[in-house]
């Protein structure tokens, strides 16, 4: 998956040729002939929305005339959003925003939910979330070994607080912490905000959530390592395990854009070419980080790539950890 990372600004580029060969200067200039709509499966003022209204309002310039809408239909853990999309016409115009680490694990985990491999496809990757371990900030602990060498030799399991059994981080903790056989207890919250909350009120020990949900907590809460291969740019001082020396499961979750499954080339490569523009402006950068959110672009052959991958690679993680869960 690093590999992809570092190649995605040369395939970005080889598709603005691709874009111009499929697209041809007729789509160019008609496309989009209407408002895009950006369906995303949660509710407004949580990070995949607030990706959905940055790219949003980057891609404005690039519309022709046009503009790009966030419509957020909630329900069944992104579901139905995902359905709305599926059931569209397949003429680019309306597209799925969602936090695809998470979709891959709903379906390993209970084997419902669109496939995002298979009844999509794809048109960029324009962010990304990682988890990390997060302790209160008077912790003697600095760094993730300290940290585990701790929990190993506690006499009793150590209660954690994650955001729901089934989501990344619950699964990226789980596969960490069964690893290394650290005797701990879950206990799951509703959303970030909740296992936040819970851990500042002392009712767990640690906590496990995206790194955005650092920000504005620093005076509070630290972090003794990011469940990642590399940095996270809005955390830049937040050590990765792998740079500890803690080799570790590497489960993160790419926000994607997805088309319904029937689109022609010819317009998905259109869509495309009109996000990746919008994922490289001043202003998605901007607004991205004031909602500190991480920039990651991947084309739609490299998103494709990447969901294929993941889900070969973390189903035996996530059925592991789905057995450990009862």
């Given at each position: 998956?690093?590999?992809?990372?570092?190649?995605?600004?040369?395939?970005?580029?080889?598709?603005?040729?691709?874009?111009?060969?499929?697209?041809?200067?007729?789509?160019?200039?008609?496309?989009?002939?209407?408002?895009?709509?950006?369906?995303?499966?949660?509710?407004?003022?949580?990070?995949?929305?607030?990706?959905?209204?940055?790219?949003?309002?980057?891609?404005?310039?690039?519309?022709?005339?046009?503009?790009?809408?966030?419509?957020?239909?909630?329900?069944?853990?992104?579901?139905?959003?995902?359905?709305?999309?599926m059931s569209s016409?397949?003429?680019?115009?309306?597209?799925?925003?969602?936090?695809?680490?998470?979709?891959?694990?709903?379906?390993?985990?209970?084997?419902?939910?669109?496939?995002?491999?298979?009844?999509?496809?794809?048109?960029?990757?324009?962010?990304?979330?990682?988890?990390?371990?997060?302790?209160?900030?008077?912790?003697?602990?600095?760094?993730?070994?300290?940290?585990?060498?701790?929990?190993?030799?506690?006499?009793?399991?150590?209660?954690?607080?994650?955001?729901?059994?089934?989501?990344?981080?619950?699964?990226?903790?789980?596969?960490?912490?069964?690893?290394?056989?650290?005797?701990?207890?879950?206990?799951?919250?509703?959303?970030?905000?909740?296992?936040?909350?819970?851990?500042?009120?002392?009712?767990?020990?640690?906590?496990?959530?995206?790194?955005?949900?650092?920000?504005?907590?620093?005076d509070q809460l630290?972090?003794?390592?990011?469940?990642?291969?590399?940095?996270?740019?809005?955390?830049?001082?937040?050590?990765?395990?792998?740079?500890?020396?803690?080799?570790?499961?590497?489960?993160?979750?790419?926000?994607?854009?997805?088309?319904?499954?029937?689109?022609?080339?010819?317009?998905?490569?259109?869509?495309?070419?009109?996000?990746?523009?919008?994922?490289?402006?001043?202003?998605?950068?901007?607004?991205?980080?004031?909602?500190?959110?991480?920039?990651?672009?991947?084309?739609?052959?490299?998103?494709?790539?990447?969901?294929?991958?993941?889900?070969?690679?973390?189903?035996?993680?996530?059925?592991?950890?789905?057995?450990?869960?009862?």
């Amino acid at each position: 998956m690093k590999d992809i990372t570092r190649r995605s600004v040369l395939v970005g580029t080889g598709s603005v040729a691709a874009a111009t060969l499929l697209v041809g200067p007729s789509r160019a200039q008609t496309f989009p002939s209407k408002p895009i709509e950006i369906v995303v499966g949660q509710p407004p003022g949580g990070g995949t929305d607030l990706y959905g209204r940055a790219i949003a309002l980057a891609m404005a310039p690039f519309l022709n005339g046009q503009s790009a809408v966030v419509l957020n239909r909630p329900g069944g853990n992104a579901v139905l959003g995902m359905e709305v999309v599926m059931s569209s016409a397949p003429d680019g115009h309306t597209l799925s925003l969602t936090s695809a680490g998470t979709a891959v694990i709903k379906k390993i985990w209970d084997g419902n939910g669109p496939d995002l491999a298979t009844d999509f496809r794809p048109v960029a990757t324009i962010g990304r979330y990682s988890s990390c371990i997060v302790l209160p900030k008077d912790s003697p602990y600095t760094n993730g070994k300290e940290w585990m060498d701790a929990v190993k030799a506690s006499s009793s399991p150590i209660l954690w607080a994650h955001t729901g059994r089934g989501s990344i981080h619950h699964i990226a903790a789980q596969a960490l912490l069964s690893k290394y056989e650290l005797p701990t207890r879950d206990v799951p919250y509703q959303g970030s905000g909740e296992a936040r909350t819970a851990l500042l009120n002392g009712e767990v020990e640690f906590a496990v959530f995206g790194t955005q949900n650092l920000t504005g907590f620093e005076d509070q809460l630290k972090t003794v390592g990011v469940i990642a291969d590399e940095r996270d740019p809005m955390l830049p001082d937040g050590q990765t395990f792998a740079e500890q020396g803690i080799d570790t499961p590497l489960l993160f979750t790419p926000i994607m854009l997805h088309a319904p499954k029937d689109t022609d080339d010819a317009t998905l490569a259109a869509v495309e070419e009109i996000v990746r523009q919008a994922a490289e402006t001043e202003l998605y950068a901007e607004t991205t980080k004031k909602a500190g959110l991480t920039v990651w672009y991947l084309s739609s052959a490299d998103t494709q790539a990447w969901t294929e991958n993941a889900q070969k690679d973390w189903t035996p993680i996530i059925e592991e950890v789905k057995a450990a869960s009862g």
